[in-house]
C-alpha cells in the first residue's frame, strides 16, 4: 500500500512534506540557525535544571506555561505582561494555532509574497483560503498598495514578515499601522527575525496598546540561538491569549521545553552575544557578494538573497560538491545563504568564487 491509496483529504494529495534537505555537509548555512552552539556553563545549567524536573516527569506540565510566558514578558519589555505572552514548540506552532483560532473553512487569510512558504502551508491546512499578495522588485512592500490588497480581499488574517524570509527585508511601522488600520481582521507580524534588525528598526510590539488585533510572533530558533528547543511565542491584548487557550492541546509544551526555555532566557546575555558579530558577517557578506557583480537583497535578517541566476540549481550544486549546504528558496534566480561563523563564511566565499 502506499499513500495514495489510503483515505487522505483531497486537498493533502500529490502534495510534498515541506522541509529543507537535512545533509551531513561541513558548512551548513541552509536553515538560518544561529551557528554558535551554548556554553559549557549554559550547558551545565541546563542539565542541572533539568536533572531536577525529571524526578516530576510523572507529571504533566504546568498546561498554561505561566512562569516561562513571565519570564518573556520581561525579556520583551515594552509594559507587555504575562497575560499577553502565549508560547509554543516554534512559532509555526503559534501560527497554526492562530489560523486555528482565526482562519478556518470560508475564511481567508492575505500575504504578501515572496514570503515564509509555511504561510500559505499552514493557512491551506487549517482549510483557510490563501490569498497572495505582492511585493516591488526590491522585495519592498508598497503600503498603498497593501492597503489596497486588503480593502480588496477583506482577509480574515494579514501577514506580514517583518525581517521577511527569504529576502531580508524589513517593514517600517507606518507601514505595518496602515495595514492594521486597514484591516477588518487580525494581522499577524511574523517577527522570526526581529533581533538581527539593523539598528533604527523598530519592532511591531510598540503598535500593540493601539492596536487590539495586532499579533507579534516571535522565536528562539533563530538569535536565541535555541532551534533545538522548539519555541515560539506571541505577544498581542489578552484576549487573542484567550483565543489561543481554546485551540492548543493540553499540556502541549513539555516540562523539559518550558525548562529550557527558561534557563535560555535566564542566559540571555550569553546567547544574544553573537547578534553583533552576525550582522557585522551578514553586511559584510553583502558587500561582498555585491562586489562581486551579483544582485543582493538589503537584509535585516541572519541570512542574505543573492542573485540572479539562470540556473540556480548549478550554484547550489556546485557549492554543495564544496562542503556548504545553502537552500534554494525564493523567486527562481535567487538563492539564500544563512550566516555562518566567520570561518563558515570564509568556505563559503572560497566556494562561490570556486563555482562562479
Ligand atoms: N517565521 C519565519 C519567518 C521563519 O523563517 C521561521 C523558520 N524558518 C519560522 C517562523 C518558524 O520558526 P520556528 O518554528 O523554529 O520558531
Known sequence: MNLEDLPIRDDLRGRKPYGAPQLEVPV??????????????????????????????????????LALRADLAGYLGHGLTTEQLWAANGSNEVLQQILQAFGGHGRTALGFEPSYSMHPIITTGTNTEWVS??????????ADKAVAAVEEHRPDIV??????????????????????EAAPGMVVVDEAYAEFARSGTPSALTLLPAHPRLIVTRTMSKAFAM?????GYLAAHPAVV????????????????????????????ELLGTVDALRQERDDTVAWLRA?????????????????????????????????????????????????????????????????
Do not use: C
Open 227 to 231: 532551534a533545538g528547543t522548539r519555541l
Open 28 to 65: 551548513q548555512l541552509n536553515t538560518n540557525e544561529n551557528p554558535y552552539p551554548p556554553s559549557k556553563a549554559l550547558v551545565d545549567d541546563l542539565a542541572e535544571e533539568i536533572r531536577r524536573d525529571a524526578a516530576g516527569l510523572n507529571r504533566y506540565p504546568d498546561r498554561d506555561a
Open 242 to 269: 484567550e483565543a489561543m487557550l481554546l485551540v492548543r492541546l493540553p499540556y502541549h509544551l513539555s516540562t523539559v521545553t518550558q525548562a529550557t526555555a527558561r534557563v535560555a532566557l535566564r542566559h540571555r546575555a
Open 292 to 356: 562581486l557583480g551579483l544582485t543582493v537583497a538589503d537584509s535585516d535578517a541572519n541570512f542574505v538573497l543573492f542573485g540572479r541566476f539562470e540556473n540556480r540549481r548549478t550554484i547550489w550544486e556546485g557549492l554543495l560538491e564544496r562542503g556548504v549546504l545553502i537552500r534554494e528558496v525564493g523567486p527562481p534566480e535567487w538563492l539564500r545563504v544563512s550566516i555562518g561563523t566567520g570561518e563558515e563564511m570564509s568556505a563559503f566565499r572560497a566556494a562561490l568564487e570556486g563555482v562562479l
Open 133 to 142: 499578495g505582492a511585493r516591488e522588485d526590491d522585495f519592498s512592500l508598497d
Open 159 to 180: 501577514f506580514l514578515t517583518s525581517p521577511n524570509n527569504p529576502t531580508g527585508t524589513a517593514l517600517p511601522l507606518e507601514t505595518i499601522s496602515r495595514v492594521v
